[in-house]
């Protein structure tokens, strides 16, 4: 490319990849709202992103795909993905203390209130043990789940959850 402007001046500038494909920038579109959101994505998206909550999830994805059937669009080329809040231990009292410690340090930046109700919620996220965890994203992968987006809350001061994770939950998914 060769470019001459008013500030900058370029001659055979290679720019790979080409800004925009042939086939349009692949768009993920979030959100649960059932008649435009879900509309919308029936007719743009390539990635839509769910709650993993699995009658939610379910709910979803059934009417994602009722609004691909009324405008004549593929489901199947449409992938669902999910967030999921991963607190993995390697047993119920090594999960429960973990989930103490995420708790003990929102409190820090949340009210305790808000922070008991937040540990609370992750029952139906990634969160339990090597096993409890393959069993809920399995479960939620028998939904139409193709893409899991996982985050660990405990990462940033302990490894050793994300590590379990790596070491025993992808190769049981893989």
């Not at 920038?25 to 992103?49: C, D, F, H, M, S």
């Not at 937040?118 to 789940?145: F, N």
Request: net charge negative; with cysteine; hydrophobic share 40%.
């Amino acid at each position: 490319m060769t470019f001459t402007g008013e500030h900058y001046r370029v001659d055979g500038a290679i720019v790979a990849p080409k800004p925009l494909q042939a086939s349009g920038i692949p768009l993920w579109i979030a959100g649960g709202g059932e008649k435009v959101t879900l509309r919308i994505a029936a007719k743009y998206a390539q990635y839509t992103n769910f709650t993993p909550e699995p009658t939610a999830f379910a709910r979803k994805s059934e009417l994602l795909a009722q609004h691909c059937r009324e405008l004549g669009t593929d489901f199947d080329a449409i992938v669902r993905s999910s967030n999921f809040t991963a607190v993995v231990g390697t047993s119920d009292t090594d999960v429960k203390d973990r989930l103490q410690r995420v708790r003990d340090r929102l409190v820090g930046y949340v009210p305790e209130t808000l922070a008991d109700s937040m540990v609370a919620g992750l029952s139906d996220a990634a969160t339990g043990t090597p096993e409890q965890v393959i069993e809920q994203l399995a479960k939620t992968r028998g939904l139409g789940c193709d893409y899991a987006i996982c985050y660990f809350p405990e990462a940033a001061y302990d490894r050793s959850g994300i590590e379990l994770f790596e070491r025993e939950v992808i190769p049981a998914l893989s």
